[in-house]
Nanobody, 116 residues
């Protein structure tokens, strides 16, 4: 089993920055990739960014150039640095971990609210 705990969300003005963290614990073997997803009220959950075990990153177009995903393997922690935030970035942000066998794990989410 894996436990994922997000933190770092909050209220910020448009143009501001936040850094989300996801602390992972438990069985950390056979991880394929980790990522961040978000879900705004009334909308489906959408992919924000992913990072493979080898460090390859991928971003959705709506965050490219503004968000950066990274990992600290020694601390088993995933990060999402969010700059130039927009009101449309307001959502509940979830940490995700995928194993090579396809098992998915989710955190409880951290709220990000961007005011205009």
């Amino acid at each position: 089993q894996v436990q994922l705990v997000e933190s770092g969300g909050g209220l910020v003005q448009a143009g501001g920055s936040l850094r989300l963290s996801c602390a992972a614990s438990g069985n950390m073997f056979t991880i394929r990739n980790m990522g961040w997803y978000r879900q705004a009220p009334g909308k489906q959950r959408e992919l924000v960014a992913t990072i493979t075990i080898g460090g390859r990153t991928s971003y959705s177009d709506f965050v490219k150039g503004r968000f950066t995903i990274s990992r600290d393997n020694a601390r088993n922690t995933l990060y999402l640095q969010m700059n130039s935030l927009k009101p449309e970035d307001t959502a509940l942000y979830y940490c995700n971990l995928v194993r090579y066998n396809g098992n998915n794990y989710w955190g409880q989410g951290t709220q990000v609210t961007v005011s205009s």
